[in-house]
């Protein structure tokens, strides 16, 4: 057949065969993150037949909303060159608070746990955008003196139990209707509103921008360090409500709770696309990145394999999934 015959149809497909599929992905690599999502998903139906089904996805969304929104205040911070490595002790911090003050009401109980995410948010954001700290030894020091704080503080409240409220359990491990869990309530408007204001606002351009080349934006007589403090105090709310997420899906307000958190929740980020160095990425694909670091976890559990061998596998295939997605997208 000549070229010139074939039809639109026929050269769509040698352009697909011929190497086309490859420069899709890499132009909508959301398109190869859920390409390896299904294909996870598809693992597990192989492996343990029966097993994906509504119930199952529903507990998938389940675990993975708390994840999703630790994930969704380090994406922003991420965007512009930085880290948070307090993410975790900002959300143990806020729900065990949350729990000790519980007799006060639900919702002075939770302002209180929100206001641990401002407080040391805020910090964070000072330290990197004032005193210009570099952002991961900033974040680390006040993860570490949160820490060291809560330890203090529960030691004065002993003879005080921490008591989970009945609202924040019903939204941490509640489902409506039967199958749709409660925690979508908070992340589903969470990702609407970042993925709109990263893709729509004169604020979210501004984070990739920065992220770019922050000297270049402060010559430009840009405020840079107003965008940093905004960042960092909105990474340190979105972990406080990942908190009360987390607490109300284990009833139990333990000062380690979140600490698995961490790292997922920058293995998220990465795996999305966003560069840690900045000015690239989004929350669309840490959504998928979160989706799938459950899934992994879930694949993991199913195969009954011991916790020190599941941690070695799991670090090690979000580091061959990093380093693909990355080849993908250079």
């Not at 599929?21 to 890499?26: A, E, I, Y």
């Not at 307090?86 to 806020?94: E, L, N």
């Amino acid at each position: 057949m000549s070229e010139r015959s074939k039809t639109p149809f026929s050269r769509a497909m040698v352009g697909i065969t011929g190497g086309g599929l490859v420069s899709l992905l890499r132009t909508r690599t959301i398109i190869a993150l859920i390409l390896l999502l299904l294909m996870l998903v598809a693992g597990i139906q192989m492996a343990r037949p029966g097993t994906v089904n509504l119930i199952w996805i529903s507990n998938m969304m389940l675990f993975a909303a708390p994840l999703g929104i630790v994930a969704a205040g380090q994406t922003v911070v991420m965007l512009t060159g930085g880290i948070d490595l307090s993410v975790a002790s900002v959300a143990t911090a806020s729900a065990y608070l949350m729990a000790t003050h519980s007799g006060l009401g639900v919702a002075p109980a939770i302002l209180y746990g929100l206001g641990v995410g401002f407080v040391v948010g805020l910090l964070n954001g000072i330290g990197v955008a004032l005193l210009r700290v570099q952002p991961l030894v900033m974040t680390l020091g006040t993860g570490l003196m949160t820490e060291g704080m809560l330890v203090v503080y529960s030691q004065k409240k002993m003879a005080e139990a921490p008591r989970v409220p009945q609202f924040i359990e019903d939204l941490g491990a509640g489902k409506l209707l039967g199958g749709i869990p409660n925690d979508l309530i908070v992340w589903v408007p969470i990702a609407i509103i970042l993925i709109f204001v990263l893709r729509r606002t004169g604020f979210g351009r501004l984070l990739y921008a920065i992220g770019d080349n922050s000297k270049a934006c402060t010559l430009a007589g840009i405020r840079v360090w107003k965008i940093l403090l905004v960042n960092y105090v909105t990474c340190g709310l979105l972990a406080a409500v990942a908190g009360l997420i987390i607490v109300g899906g284990t009833d139990s307000a333990e000062l380690r709770l979140a600490e698995v958190y961490l790292l997922p929740s920058i293995a998220a980020v990465i795996i999305g696309g966003t560069s840690i160095f900045g000015g690239r990425g989004g929350y669309s694909g840490t959504i998928v990145g979160a989706l799938i670091l459950t899934v992994l976890n879930s694949i993991l559990t199913l195969l009954d394999i011991p916790e020190s061998v599941r941690q070695i596998l799991y670090g090690a295939i979000i580091l061959l999934l990093a380093a693909a997605y990355t080849r993908l997208t250079d």
